[in-house]
């Protein structure tokens, strides 16, 4: 089992900077793949970046060059850098772990990222 909680969130303009983090507890974190995905008012929930338990990072195209994911296994915490933020960024971010053997998913509560334009 674990348990991830999501801070970070909030308002920024349009052009600004947010950082969100990720911590996490109650299992060994550091097998875990990570990820940051993203759901928008009437749209699904879309993968916004992840990074895997060897430290491999993968990046949706509409956030490459601008966000940067991170994990600090000492921590148990992953982080989600935002830079040059858009209007089109507004949307409550999730924190997921997970991995494949056993077959294990969590959800973070989620923090809502809203940017201005």
């Known amino acids: 089992q674990v348990q991830l909680v999501e801070s970070g969130g909030g308002l920024v303009q349009a052009g600004g900077s947010l950082r969100l983090s990720c911590a996490a507890s109650?299992?060994?974190?550091?097998?875990?793949?990570m990820g940051w995905y993203r759901q928008a008012p009437g749209k699904q929930r879309e993968l916004v970046a992840a990074?895997?338990?060897?430290?491999?990072?993968n990046y949706a195209d509409f956030v490459k060059g601008r966000f940067a994911i991170s994990r600090d296994n000492a921590k148990n915490m992953v982080t989600l850098q935002m830079n040059s933020l858009k209007p089109e960024d507004t949307a409550v971010y999730y924190c997921?772990?997970?991995?494949?053997?056993?077959?294990?998913?969590?959800w973070g509560q989620g923090t809502q990222v809203t940017v201005s334009s």
């Open positions: 997921n772990a997970a991995r494949v053997v056993p077959s294990r998913t969590y």
């Open positions: 990074i895997s338990s060897s430290g491999s990072t």
């Open positions: 109650g299992s060994i974190f550091s097998i875990y793949d």
